[in-house]
């Protein structure tokens, strides 16, 4: 008898350390787990206060683009493109990385266009740098469409809005 209690004691024993073990490994993964959350927490804070931020830079960048294209053939090119580079240094940081990318192109193909023209690159039969030029400046726009483009509203969304009957 005295054999067998001591066989269960230790049975007891080492079930209790195991027990031990893996409260201490739960206690662990829950706490990574609370870290991680609070990080994503944090960053998805720092992104949704930005929205209406990114979302004014857009529109702004998309009125710049408006701006090159109508000039892109006048002599008010240079001072548009020298604004639109005083803005992108002040608000790149707010634009997806395509748009800031496309918009830095896209200012100073404009300001090179004109430039493209007057060298007689397309009196020789050779467009294509001209239309390359081009199509850096007018890409832009699509560019910007599509960076803040929301998804369209479910049936439900558009039901529990009151925007149907």
């Known amino acids: 008898m005295w054999v067998s209690y001591m066989q269960e004691k230790g049975?007891?024993?080492a079930?209790?350390?195991d027990m031990s073990r893996l409260t201490r490994t739960v206690e662990d993964i829950k706490t990574e787990n609370a870290v991680l959350l609070e990080r994503l927490k944090a960053t998805h804070e720092l992104r949704?206060?930005?929205v209406d931020r990114r979302l004014q830079a857009h529109q702004e960048?998309?009125?710049l683009w408006r701006k090159l294209t109508a000039n892109i053939h006048k002599e008010e090119i240079?001072?548009?493109?020298v604004q639109c580079q005083a803005w992108w240094n002040d608000h790149a940081l707010y634009l997806e990385p395509e748009v800031r990318n496309a918009f830095n192109r896209a200012y100073f193909a404009a300001l090179d266009h004109r430039?493209?023209?007057e060298s007689g690159r397309g009196a020789r039969g050779d467009h294509k740098p001209i239309g390359d030029n081009m199509h850096l400046v007018l890409s832009l726009g699509d560019v910007i469409m599509r960076a803040v483009a929301l998804p369209s509203l479910t049936e439900q969304e558009t039901k529990?809005?009151?925007?149907t009957s």
């Not at 529990?160 to 925007?163: E, K, Q, V």
């Open 160 to 163: 529990t809005a009151g925007l």
């Open 61 to 63: 960048a998309f009125a």
């Open 78 to 81: 240079g001072s548009v493109a």
């Open 115 to 117: 430039a493209l023209l």
């Open 11 to 13: 049975k007891n024993r």
């Open 48 to 50: 949704f206060a930005a």
């Open 15 to 17: 079930a209790l350390q």
